[in-house]
């Protein structure tokens, strides 16, 4: 770890403090109905969109009727976007001509995109045409960040108001969303990145010529192997930043390429790398002041963000140490061992010697056997940078990694599956901590507000008398609630992991033995059920069973675990308020906040410590041990 790096990770948190504030208010104006200084221009849009779709502005929903709107939403959105995708060769805007998307496959990635989990079992350049890109993904990304955003704000007037039965309206919410928020900073987003050198165009594919033709070997399905020399170089292009802007401020993730924001045409400098990740925190940490502010306390919404922002450290700070740290197996050999280990093993040796051939600081190494007298050590001087951009260096991807797994975005500028153990850990373990260390955009508050539950039920306990948040007693069936949907996520990724364990197409995605295997499979199920997106980007899931499999437990992580945070809200907003006493555990300082990140930490640990331990921290212990997956 470098002062350098220390400087950049605490630059951006303060940032994005300073951000909060402003970003929080404007929500918290734009759902409260007040004015802004971009009504006179979004109004009568606003108006229009209300009039043709036959929405009634002022008519309130009780939670049920709210839930059931964004459901059907949901799903007819989902539908079009498989029948884009199986009829994308007879559509236009496909100047590559690429077949239509496989059943399974467009199944998947529908489900993907509407419950904003954004996971691509697929290489985008050869597989999505720009229609589907633009009318059918990034369409998507707009407007399941727009449905997570309705979302959160109907659950913060459940906790706001008192004595009602109703929490909002979902289509007024879901056009401010997409007016007010989402479109117009999409907008400058996608101007500023491509002044930055973002792709922005509809033309054909390029191809250039390679100065030097390479020599590859490829297998077929036969299992004989094919020899060709390759001298040309297609080079994708496409509408990319326009989906790139919402892709990060909304907390989608999906790449336009394969490579994600490791891309140089979706992330080319340093300052896009910076803008993409305050972006991808920009309205989840908002959403803690427009907490605040709507519901009266703002003490409260600072607090709920401290509890945020101190497991951010936590996480951002054990991921730069594993990585910064490298391969201690690497340390203990000669270059020369280093091949000769790698040569005998195979794809297997990922930890090994694509680090000496990859780091930064190493000097040239002959490109057929080492002989160089020299200790491996010195090879990764840099840190673990197996599987990340020089550009980027290992600070930058350690906290790219900790904000896309903290945020549910799953955007990567680096490949998760070739972190160190215990780095690779912490964007698993973040995920699985329920998405709430600022979460996705919306679904984090309203995750956060589960555990903020729940934390005052056990506060209760403690103090030996009825809960209270706000002013409004927490009785059994807000609690159930709670559990329910804490439990409807963490079943669903153990479930599903135990069987892709257990199954013969699950253990075929798998490209490593042992630990590292199971934390392949842990984590695709982890980031779908999590809606997060993101992969190991070690597992092969462009399969039937990982497609199906995944994108059940992509909707069950969205839509079970949301529809018992509405029946909540809906609860509390029926409630009446009762005034503080000396009994009354306060939600504002920083004892609450302390017992908030301990109910998170807690239920976490008690929920996947078992699967963590045959995971990452075993391989972690076999590392040390001197043996690598």
């Known amino acids: 770890m470098t002062s350098n790096g220390w400087f950049q990770i605490l630059f951006f ?299 951010f450290l936590v996480g951002v700070f054990a991921a730069y140490a594993a990585e910064s740290r490298g391969n201690p197996e690497i340390a203990s050999l000669t270059a020369t061992q280093t091949a000769q280990s790698a040569d005998a093993s195979g794809a297997g040796a990922q930890h090994a010697a694509p680090q000496v051939a990859e780091s930064p600081n190493s000097p040239p190494v002959p490109s057929s056997g080492f002989t160089i007298d020299q200790s491996a050590s010195a090879q990764q001087a840099g840190g673990n940078m197996e599987g990340k951009e020089t550009r980027f260096g290992v600070a930058n991807s350690a906290l790219f990694a900790t904000i896309t797994t903290d945020a549910s975005c799953g955007a990567v500028n680096s490949m998760h599956d070739s972190f160190t153990p215990l780095g690779g850990m912490v964007p698993l373990l973040n995920i699985m901590l329920g998405e709430v260390i600022f979460g996705g955009v919306g679904s984090g508050l309203y995750g956060m507000i589960v555990f903020v539950v729940l934390a005052v039920f056990i506060a209760g306990l403690m103090v030996g008398r009825t809960p209270e948040y706000l002013g409004k007693k927490i009785e059994a069936f807000d609690v159930k609630m709670a559990m329910l949907s804490v439990l409807a996520a963490s079943l669903t990724i153990l479930i599903f992991a135990a069987t892709a364990v257990a199954t013969k197409p699950g253990l075929a995605g798998i490209t490593n033995p042992g630990p590292h295997g199971l934390s392949q499979i842990l984590y695709a199920f982890t980031s779908s059920v999590g809606n997060n997106g993101s992969a190991f980007a070690g597992i092969s899931a462009n399969t039937v069973w990982y497609n199906t499999a995944t994108g059940i437990a992509m909707l069950i992580g969205r839509f079970f675990v949301v529809i018992p945070i509405l029946a909540i809200a809906g609860n509390l907003a029926a409630k009446k308020t009762t005034p503080a006493s000396l009994g009354t555990f306060p939600v504002t300082g920083p004892l609450f906040t302390t017992l908030l990140v301990s109910t998170i930490v807690i239920v976490g640990a008690l929920t996947f410590f078992p699967a963590l331990s045959l995971g990452p921290i075993l391989e972690h212990l076999l590392m040390n041990a001197g043996r690598a997956f």
Request: net charge positive; charged share 10%.
């Open 13 to 311: 948190l303060a940032v994005i403090l300073a951000i909060t504030r402003p970003v929080g208010a404007f929500m918290a104006r734009v759902f409260n109905r007040e004015k802004t200084l971009i009504d006179f221009v979004l109004r009568p849009i606003e108006k229009l969109v209300y009039r043709v779709c036959g929405v009634h502005e002022d008519r309130e929903m009780h939670w049920l009727e709210y839930g059931t709107a964004m459901l059907l939403f949901s799903a007819v959105s989902m539908f079009l976007l498989y029948l884009i995708e199986r009829m994308q060769h007879v559509l236009g805007f496909n100047p590559q001509k690429l077949a239509n998307v496989a059943p399974d496959l467009a199944w998947g990635t529908a489900a993907s995109f509407t419950t904003n989990t954004n996971w691509q079992s697929y290489v985008p350049e050869t597989t999505m045409s720009y229609l589907t890109q633009m009318a059918g993904l990034a369409y998507h990304n707009f407007a399941s960040a727009a449905v997570g955003i309705a979302l959160a704000i109907a659950v913060i007037r459940g906790v706001a108001r008192r004595e009602m039965k109703t929490i909002g309206n979902f289509w007024v919410d879901l056009t401010r969303s997409f007016l007010w928020i989402l479109l117009p900073v999409s907008f400058v987003v996608a101007l500023t990145l491509v002044s930055q050198g973002v792709v922005q165009n509809f033309k054909p594919y390029a191809t250039a010529q390679l100065v030097e033709p390479q020599t590859i070997q490829t297998q077929g399905s036969d299992g004989k192997t094919t020899t060709q020399t390759v001298a040309q170089q297609t080079i994708a292009l496409g509408p990319v930043a326009s989906q790139e802007a919402i892709k990060m401020f909304g907390t989608n993730g999906g790449g336009f390429f394969n490579s994600n924001s490791a891309h140089p045409f979706e992330n080319p400098t340093p300052f896009t790398n910076f803008l993409e990740m305050i972006l991808i925190f920009a309205i989840p940490s908002g959403l803690t002041y427009t907490l605040g502010r709507m519901t009266g306390s703002p003490r409260h919404g600072w607090a709920v963000w401290s509890a945020m922002a101190a497991l």
